[in-house]
């Protein structure tokens, strides 16, 4: 089974996403193990809520946290 987390070109445009909305993932340090990590998603929280993210790092550790508790990569 192939993951895509990065839309390719023509399946952004089959779904309706711009060019703006083909970033790559951002990196950031995971919290426990300090390697490279990435953003697999991003919950804004809505309207006043708190924004949270779930992280993966490249030694499989992934977390559910507040977006602020980040540390960019």
Not at 3 to 12: L, Q
Not at 36 to 58: I, L, N, S, Y
């Amino acid at each position: 089974m192939q993951h895509d987390h990065a839309p390719s070109e023509a399946s952004a445009r089959e779904r309706g996403l711009d060019a703006s909305e083909l970033s790559p993932l951002p990196l950031v340090y995971c919290p426990e193990c300090g390697m490279p990590a990435w953003v697999e998603w991003r919950d804004d929280g809505g309207t006043g809520g708190v924004a949270h993210v779930k992280v993966h790092c490249f030694a499989r550790h992934w977390f559910l946290m507040p977006e602020e508790g980040l540390t960019a990569a």
